[in-house]
Structure formats: structure tokens, C-alpha cells
């Protein structure tokens, strides 16, 4: 059920993100500084205390924040190198 929840949550954002930076280069950045800094470590404390508190044990509510916020991270990480690399991007 969480995954299907995350996998939701990605698709959300990564729409978001495409129709909010379309084809301006500061935007992406912008976007993806945002996903890495602020959405990312929100993730992981909200999954860490949801699991922690349903399965009683932080042991597994750290590694599904973790994971969670890492696949976040690596999002974030994509929009950076679509913002800085990519030809059809404008610089304004």
C-alpha cells in the first residue's frame, strides 16, 4: 500500500514539476532544489513516524523513510541534470 502511495506521490510531482518548468532552465533547478531539500527529508520524517508507529518498530520505519526519501532524492537529482543538460531547456 505505501509504494502504491509513493509511486502515486512521484507521479504527482514529476507532472507538476514538467508543467511548472516546461522548457525554462532556472525552473527545473529551482524544482529540483525543492524535491532534494525540502520534499525528500518531509518524506522521510512523515514515513518514519507513520511506520515506526503502526509496526512498532524503528528499525523498519527507518529503512522505508529512508528508501522513500532516497527515491525522492534521486527525482530530484534527475530534474537537476534535465535543467543543467538538456538541449530543448531555455536559460531565462
Not at 525522492?72 to 538541449?87: A, E, P
Request: aromatic share 14%; glycine share 8%; proline share 1%.
Amino acid at each position: 500500500m505505501s509504494l502504491m502511495i509513493l509511486a502515486i506521490f512521484l507521479i504527482l510531482l514529476n507532472y507538476s514539476v514538467n508543467k511548472f518548468s516546461a522548457a525554462h532552465r532556472k525552473r527545473w533547478c529551482i524544482s529540483a532544489a525543492v524535491t532534494i531539500l525540502l520534499i525528500a527529508p518531509i518524506v522521510f520524517e512523515v514515513t518514519l513516524q507513520v511506520v515506526g508507529r503502526y509496526s512498532g518498530d524503528g528499525i523498519a520505519g527507518s529503512v522505508a523513510g529512508w528508501t522513500f526519501a532516497a527515491i525522492l532524492f534521486f527525482n530530484g537529482v534527475i530534474f537537476l541534470l534535465i535543467g543543467l543538460f538538456s538541449k530543448k531547456v531555455r536559460s531565462n
